[in-house]
């Protein structure tokens, strides 16, 4: 079966602009979650989204933020970037979440300038 | 609050050595705990996990780990390492309440395999 996507694998922003990532989950797999990878900070929860509802949300500022659709897929925004947003956000799909059963995709590598 | 250690930044083994990575974990409950691996510019995959039962888990690749609730560890082992088991391995916890599922990671341990 199709793994989870992400788009676009690569992306340069600038400094002040917003930029959207998108997940596309297993077929059948409801819940979505967003990690965000750095050398820094290593890997942080970003938030998790069951059933169109976010129902978990890490420790990030506002300007993240997410929704999911019907079909499950998902997309994050970021807003202002910021230097410090360079990283690897990685999607995760699982079928309720708390089964713990993630299998997560390739990532998005953004780069701010 | 969860959290993961992960003492080794970087280990190198020989080709068929043995392995062994550390994993330390704090949480009040009882955890769930997983091993994951990432190899360049790939996502995460799954080694294996624990929930309960028997504290000996076999996962994919050959590895193995064992829960220590004693020690709050969970160890990553293989007998035999071979050259593409270099990468990057992250432990995780994740939290046992209903409704607030989140892994936590530790900071990883890179993996270099010589010949």
């Known amino acids: 079966k199709a793994g989870v996507t992400q788009t676009p694998r690569y992306l340069i922003k600038t400094r002040g602009q917003q930029v959207t990532l998108s997940c596309s989950p297993i077929s059948g797999h409801r819940s979505v979650s967003w990690y965000q990878q750095t050398p820094g900070q290593g890997l942080q929860f970003l938030f998790e989204y069951f059933s169109e509802t976010q129902r978990n949300k890490g420790n990030f500022p506002g300007r993240f933020s997410g929704r999911q659709f019907s079909n499950s897929r998902s997309e994050m925004n970021v807003s202002t970037l910021e230097l410090g947003d360079s990283a690897l956000y990685l999607c995760?799909?699982?079928?309720?979440?708390?089964?713990?059963?993630?299998?997560f995709g390739s990532g998005t590598r953004l780069t701010v300038v | 609050a969860q959290s993961v250690t992960q003492p080794d930044i970087h280990i190198t083994v020989s080709e068929g050595a043995s392995l062994e990575l550390r994993c330390n974990y704090s949480y009040g409950a009882t955890p769930y705990l997983f091993w994951y691996v990432q190899s360049p510019g790939q996502g995460l995959q799954l080694l294996l996990k624990y929930f309960s039962g028997d504290t000996l888990v076999q996962g994919i690749k050959g590895f193995e780990a064992e829960f220590k609730r004693s020690q709050s560890s969970f160890n990553l082992r293989k007998p035999s390492v071979h050259w593409s088991d270099a990468a990057e391995y992250f432990c995780?916890?994740?939290?046992?309440?209903?409704?607030?599922?989140?892994?936590?990671f530790g900071t990883g341990t890179r993996l270099t395999i010589i010949p």
């Open positions: 995760a799909s699982s079928l309720e979440g708390r089964d713990y059963g993630y299998t």
């Open positions: 995780a916890v994740g939290i046992s309440n209903f409704g607030n599922e989140k892994l936590t």
